[in-house]
């Protein structure tokens, strides 16, 4: 299993960016894919996931309404479309895999290297 992610950067708050997950090696419609983030000082937090088994999703109350998860999967990549950023977005987010989103971002079985979203103030 490989997952690759990108689209990370600098960006002010307000902004938006759009995270991907090039994943491979594995089947989505027997898995959930999602986003958790990291901050220095501070817990994982997970922000947003979607089960393949019935495409349900979830989010963080803190970006519900801001963000969105995606999968396309003729790419095998998903996103995370990040709007109205604020300054507490900042973190590394990783993309992971789990059998369900219930402990998506507690004990991913697969996770990714992370990217770096910044947020500016």
């Known amino acids: 299993v490989q997952l690759v992610e990108s689209g990370g950067g600098l960006v002010q708050a307000g902004g938006s960016l759009r995270l991907s997950c090039a994943a491979s090696?594995?089947?989505?419609?027997?898995?959930?894919i999602g986003w958790f983030r990291q901050a220095p000082g501070k817990e994982r937090e997970g922000v947003s996931c979607?089960?393949?088994?019935?495409?349900?999703?979830r989010y963080a109350d803190s970006v519900k309404g801001r963000f969105s998860i995606s999968v396309d999967n003729a790419k095998n990549t998903v996103y995370l479309q990040m709007n109205s950023l604020k300054a507490e977005d900042t973190a590394v987010y990783y993309c992971?895999?789990?059998?369900?989103?219930?402990?998506?971002?507690?004990?991913?079985?697969?996770w990714g290297q992370g990217t770096q979203v910044t947020v500016s103030s």
């Open positions: 992971a895999v789990d059998p369900t989103c219930a402990d998506y971002y507690t004990d991913p079985i697969w």
């Open positions: 090696g594995f089947s989505y419609d027997v898995y959930a």
């Open positions: 979607i089960d393949g088994n019935d495409a349900s999703t």
